[in-house]
């Protein structure tokens, strides 16, 4: 049987609930034989799972997921197999600083809805207490009880535009996608699905935005699209000649979300960002 693949996965060195060397052990479990670790913003667990990947004989390809703001929205692009990640941590820095600056500003919103102490509440949850994300304030709402699920957290308050929403100017795209070509890594636009953009913005400008700034691979089977939406982007990476990359975008069990590896494949047609990596290796 050949082995599954994930080019997308979360830790506790960002805002997933497993440590490195875990969410390894269970791709490795669940039958995934090529694995990327890409935290938010950092590359903190990379050693880490990069060394339990090679005791389990898996091919490792490190990663991060980069915080981008485009057409007033926050997107992701993840950056694969870079060969430097010294810049990374430079970056992270000053992302660190304003999840920093931001959290706390969610939690004074926090305490004007009458909801106490949920700053000091995210940060105990959180592997790194300065990559605070906002799924570590949905996880202490959950905690507490005062809503039902993580989703319920996002709908009710953290949502964009929601009652405890701070909207924070992350990296330009060209930005992050000098970044990427610096350190020698391969960018992908991570969930083009999920984008939701302000008139006169589109997800089609999107695509060539990062097609003009040297951009070659979107996911496009991913945990985070529906079925519908792995469907049309396979369609996209054919039409406008995009290679395709493929993950879970695990963060720990949750109910209808897939588990490492366990997401739709790539159909066996396209070109995947692994044959980029392996020409690109191969030169
Ligand atoms: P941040 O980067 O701190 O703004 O947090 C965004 C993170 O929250 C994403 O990486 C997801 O892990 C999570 N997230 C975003 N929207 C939702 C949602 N509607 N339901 C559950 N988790 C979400
Ligand atoms: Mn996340
Ligand atoms: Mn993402
Ligand atoms: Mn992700």
Redesign the pocket.
């Known amino acids: 049987m050949t082995k599954r693949i994930d080019l997308h996965t979360h830790s506790t060195a960002s805002?997933g609930v497993l440590s490195p060397a875990e969410v390894v052990r269970l791709a490795h479990q669940e039958g995934v034989g090529t694995i990327a670790l890409t935290d938010?913003d950092t590359v903190d667990g990379l050693e880490e799972a990069r060394q339990e990947a090679e005791r389990l004989s898996m091919r490792f390809v490190p990663g991060v997921e980069l915080?981008v703001t485009w057409g007033k929205k926050?997107i992701h692009i993840v950056s694969l197999a870079p060969k430097e990640l010294g810049p990374y941590r430079c970056y992270a820095k000053r992302i660190w600083q304003q999840r920093d600056a931001r959290a706390r500003k969610m939690g004074a919103k926090f305490e004007a809805l009458g909801i106490y102490n949920m700053y000091e509440s995210a940060l105990e949850l959180a592997g790194n207490p300065l990559n605070l994300?906002?799924?570590h304030f949905?996880m202490a709402l959950h905690q507490r009880g005062t809503v039902g699920s993580?989703?319920e957290a996002?709908a009710r308050y953290l949502?964009d535009d929601g009652p405890a929403f701070v909207k924070t100017e992350w990296s330009s795209l060209s930005d992050a996608m000098r970044l990427i070509e610096e350190t020698g890594g391969i960018a992908v636009l991570a969930h083009p699905g999920r984008y939701r953009f302000p008139e006169p913005y589109s997800i089609q400008d999107l695509l060539e935005d990062f097609r003009a700034l040297g951009g070659e691979v979107i996911e496009v089977t991913t945990g985070s699209h529906c079925p519908s939406e792995n469907e049309s982007f396979i369609r996209v990476a054919v039409n406008m000649g995009f290679a395709a990359s493929t993950g879970s975008d695990y963060?720990g069990h949750r109910p209808g979300r897939p588990g490492p590896g366990q997401q739709e494949q790539l159909p066996t047609y396209l070109t995947t960002v692994l044959d980029l990596i392996d020409k690109r290796n191969n030169q």
């Open positions: 805002d938010h915080s926050t994300s906002r799924r949905a993580e989703d996002f949502r963060h």
